[in-house]
């Protein structure tokens, strides 16, 4: 595999990377954090500050460094006063539940928008305010949120705040200075990525550039361990099955077919779908606008930059800086796993590749957008280019996923600390926008896998940064009660796929350490979230074997496959162009895993005479959160001792910086459900027997 150096981290935006280049290097604690607002202007007719949602939590633990010098590119989601909040996320839950009235009455878009999302007028208010500053904004049909695009001086005149410089370990971003206020006549309820994630999201994957852990199982191994191969005897593939993958970078189109020419394997035809919220039209151009007005920005993304690109040497050979995307977008490796992963387990599915990518050009002094420049691929003279990709508007690519509702199973392999980048998202009661996110997914009927993690109970730590939590942290969204928490384990198996022995969690003793360090992994995250209340389908658990209680929160992980390197499927980057083939580990492998598992499921359903009474809607297939369906099968111990492969020895331990002493008291794999594998393996076949009533061989 080609050995290169990503000058676009996982975790940072776009816009915090390109800030890292014009601010230079430096480091050090920086100033205090300020707290007052230091002079930006008063926004349009303000009458006085309203309060809304925008990340402060997140700021509080950052350094101060310094203002802005320049204008730059940002981009953000403005969440308007839902109508029910609330009523969704409940909804959500009564669709996915075996029993309730309302299980399998899946809703469309447009009636979440409807009797959830923002009432049209406060949509429009909302949508006005910042329109009149000259910043883009689309929106979905779900109604939850609104996309803006714009400059930090657009934003700073909305917002009555200026921008400046922060830093968290080693990770430099740009957030207000101060608190940012809106007139208080504007039912505006959140501003997401107003502070930028930054360090405290990444993706949940091992890459063999990290250390050498081998050629890697191939997809057939993977299958035959796992079972899929039942089901494929039975004719499942995931035929008709939309699957869908939230994309954190550029894949390259060839690659995945390459993938299936190696492995001598059928794979599925990747579609890339981008992020494209429709343009909101102001009611009125203000005359400060001039005759044109900014569209959102949205468009398709630039290609990922290759081996045999004129520009593929300058993105490679150094890390002091971030280039337009245009002429530097290197393939991104978790892509690529979850791309091949998926394809080639279930060769039969449509599989969706949301990607979103925005572009615009700004005049560099006054900030403003040059609505004549927008979604281009270069500038005038005189006006600088903005754009962002992939993980850090990954919500886009959520929204979007909402929106057109094609997917019926989707994988998500990143995450972060609760305390910090859930806390971003999560507010009072299990609310907030990654909430409404999951929730109106689940409530369309759409099943969500995601990674549980890959530093056991310690998400919150930044291990490249020096910084270890010494109190057990978990990550969201793997704790959301909407989505299905994938953890991980080891996968002993010989040259076809056979099991050698029992499935431990994948954990430090399995895979030795890694290559030494904390930050290249732990094991199989899990434990006790502190900000999403206990579904009801997780009631009544008792843990056992030093594991703590759950005490009326979300338990993780719920299910887990395969993420050990040491035992990890076999991925490629740049395969088209020579690249190798090697195993991929961490969670980021168990949750496409799991996606394309439940995409044969589907299938089943599909074509079952029975799965589909009592469901609704254009996709009575679709099962909904599959979550609680594996608590139901596992309460009856017959079928939980058919269907899954009980985990019983492993633990998620952080041990800070190498050394013998665990950072936290979390977690230990037991018989039955634990905080380490969940309730353990599913098989395949065994699944689909027990969901369908059809048995598979």
């Known amino acids: 595999m080609f050995r290169m150096q990503r000058i676009r981290t996982a975790a940072a935006s776009l816009i915090a990377a390109s800030l890292l280049a014009a601010c230079g290097g430096g480091g050090g604690a920086g100033s205090p954090l300020p707290t007052a607002n230091t002079g930006g202007n008063s926004p349009i007719g303000s009458t006085g500050p309203s309060s809304f949602r925008w990340g402060q939590r997140m700021l509080q633990q950052a350094s101060y460094i310094g203002p802005l010098t320049k204008p730059v590119a940002l981009a953000m989601l403005a969440q308007p006063q839902l109508q029910n909040e609330a009523g969704l996320i409940t909804y959500a839950q009564q669709a996915s539940t075996p029993g309730n009235p309302n299980y399998r009455h899946f809703l469309t878009p447009q009636q979440i928008g409807q009797l959830y999302g923002a009432a049209p007028a406060n949509q429009a208010k909302v949508a006005a305010y910042f329109q009149q500053y000259g910043i883009g904004v689309g929106s979905w049909p779900q109604n939850l949120v609104l996309s803006l695009v714009g400059t930090s001086t657009q934003f700073t005149a909305a917002l009555g705040v200026k921008f400046g410089y922060y830093q968290y370990g080693k990770e430099r971003f740009i957030a207000p200075i101060g608190t940012p206020h ?131 040497s300058a993105c490679s050979s150094s890390g002091s800086g971030v280039p337009n995307y245009q002429t530097c977008n290197l393939e991104d490796g978790e892509a690529q796993l979850d791309t091949e992963t998926t394809a080639s387990l279930a060769p039969g599915v449509n599989e969706n590749f949301y990607l979103a990518y925005y572009s615009f050009c700004y005049n560099s002094g006054t900030g403003a957008i040059d609505p004549a420049n927008v979604g281009v691929t270069s500038c005038p003279t005189g006006e600088t280019l903005g754009d962002a990709e992939g993980i850090s508007i990954a919500d886009f690519e959520i929204q979007q996923a909402i929106a057109d509702n094609r997917s019926d199973v989707l994988s998500l392999s990143y995450g972060g600390g609760e305390t910090n980048f859930g806390a971003a998202y999560v507010g009072l009661g299990g609310t907030g926008l990654g909430p409404s996110e999951f929730a109106s997914l689940a409530a369309e009927g759409i099943a969500v896998f995601v990674s549980s993690g890959d530093t056991g109970n310690a998400a919150c730590a930044v291990p490249s940064a020096g910084l270890y939590p010494t109190a057990p942290c978990v990550s969201y969204p793997a704790t959301d009660k909407n989505v299905v928490a994938v953890g991980g384990v080891n996968l002993p198996v010989d040259g076809a796929g056979n099991l050698l022995g029992e499935i431990t969690a994948w954990a430090d003793q399995t895979t030795l350490g890694g290559n030494g360090t904390f930050g290249n992994n732990i094991g199989s995250g899990g434990g006790v979230s502190v900000l999403i209340p206990a579904p009801t389908w997780q009631a009544g658990l008792t843990l056992t074997g030093g594991n703590p209680q759950l005490g009326g929160y979300r338990g993780i992980p719920d299910i887990s496959m395969d993420a050990d390197p040491l035992s990890g499927q076999a991925a490629g980057m740049y395969i088209a162009y020579g690249g190798t083939i090697g195993a991929f580990g961490g969670t980021s492998l168990a949750a496409p895993q799991a996606a394309a598992q439940w995409a044969l499921v589907l299938q089943a359903c599909k074509q079952s005479a029975t799965c589909g009474n009592g469901s609704t809607g254009p996709y009575s297939y679709r099962l909904g959160n599959p979550a609680p369906l594996f608590y139901q099968i596992a309460s009856a111990s017959a079928n939980y001792a058919s269907v899954f492969k009980d985990v019983q020895y492993g633990e998620n331990q952080a041990n800070q910086n190498g050394s013998l002493a665990p950072i936290t008291g979390c977690c230990f794999s037991t018989p039955g459900y634990d905080l380490v594998t969940g309730l353990g393996v599913p098989m395949t076949g065994r699944l689909i027997t027990a969901i369908t009533q059809t048995p598979v061989n």
């Open 182 to 312: 809106v007139d208080s006549s504007i039912p505006l309820a959140a501003l997401n990525a107003l502070v930028p994630i930054a360090s405290q999201v990444h993706n949940y994957l091992i890459r063999p550039s990290t250390a050498s852990f081998g050629p890697g199982l191939s997809p057939q191994q993977v299958a035959r361990a796992f079972d899929f191969t039942g089901a494929y005897n039975a004719g499942l593939t995931g035929n008709g099955i939309g699957l869908g993958i939230i994309g954190t970078g550029p894949i390259d189109p060839n690659d995945v077919p390459y993938y299936g020419a190696a492995f001598h394997t059928r794979v599925a035809t990747v579609s890339l779908i981008p992020t494209s919220p429709f343009f909101v039209e102001p009611a009125t151009v203000p005359a400060l606008l001039g005759p044109g007005f900014p569209t959102t920005g949205f468009t398709l993304p630039p290609p990922d930059t290759t081996p045999t690109s004129p520009n593929y």
